[in-house]
């Protein structure tokens, strides 16, 4: 099956600094990836969608200038946290879309095991 | 926009048994996606099992199948069988056949935490 990789699994980082998360399509082309954020026993927020190529699409709401995404290649986006503080604590996920031409991996979003990042 | 909803935050059931989790959602399109997702301790989203708004068969996938109404707009998610491995959070999520710049996007329900006892 489609595998989605997310790097680092856990950051803990000083306020202030900025933190690079990234997320790769492993096994299959992306040409659409989508980060997420949720709190504890919490649904998934959509932050942005990120297209290869072009600039992320961004959720109401969501500081662009905060958490800048770059999706340079096929299988790789990147969130960055600019300027982290506490607040930014969270967990952050990201998918990908799949789009095969057949089977289950048709026209799917996968995620990724998620990245804890914690601000202090 | 849709909507989807999720009614139960937590369900419970018995290892062996049958339980079935609820999901509702609201939209003005006839095509669509519907997906159930689970979320295990560890985090990782996991696929379980997708509807094509068009296709009038419910999906079934070993163990998991689904009710799906759609002009009740309704996609509940039955579990036979329960076993401990199911314990988890799940998800239901609608997403939209068209394209634009929403394509791909997947609208989630609250989720329904499962716990199963043995």
């Known amino acids: 099956g489609a595998v989605v990789s997310q790097h680092p699994s856990r950051v803990i980082c000083k306020s202030g600094t900025s933190v690079k998360i990234e997320c790769r399509s492993l096994d299959f082309q992306a040409t659409t990836m989508f980060w997420y954020r949720q709190f504890p026993k919490q649904s998934l927020m959509l932050m942005a969608t990120s297209n290869e190529g072009s600039k992320a699409t961004y959720e109401q709401g969501v500081e662009k200038d905060k958490f800048l995404i770059n999706h340079a290649s096929l299988t790789l986006s990147t969130l960055t946290v600019t300027s982290a503080h506490p607040e930014d604590s969270s967990f952050y996920i990201c998918?990908?879309?799949?789009?095969?031409?057949?089977?289950?991996?048709?026209?799917?979003?996968?995620f990724g095991p998620g990245t804890r990042l914690t601000v202090l | 926009a849709q909507t989807v909803t999720q009614s139960q935050p937590e369900m419970s059931v018995q290892e062996a048994e049958t339980v079935t989790l609820s999901c509702t959602y609201d939209t003005s399109e006839s095509d669509y996606y519907l997906f159930w997702y689970k979320q295990p301790p560890s985090r990782q989203m996991i696929l379980v099992i997708r509807?094509?708004?068009?296709?009038?068969q419910n999906a079934t996938e070993n163990r998991f199948s689904v009710n799906f109404q759609k002009a009740a707009k309704s996609f509940s998610l039955k579990i036979s069988d329960s076993q401990l491995g199911d314990a988890a959070m799940y998800f239901c999520?609608?997403?939209?056949?068209?394209?634009?710049?929403?394509?791909?996007?997947?609208?989630f329900g609250q989720g329904t935490i499962l716990t199963v006892h043995p």
């Open positions: 998918s990908a879309l799949s789009l095969w031409a057949s089977g289950e991996g048709t026209d799917t979003q996968y």
């Open positions: 999520a609608y997403r939209s056949w068209s394209g634009g710049t929403s394509y791909g996007k997947l609208t």
């Open positions: 509807q094509e708004a068009y296709k009038q």
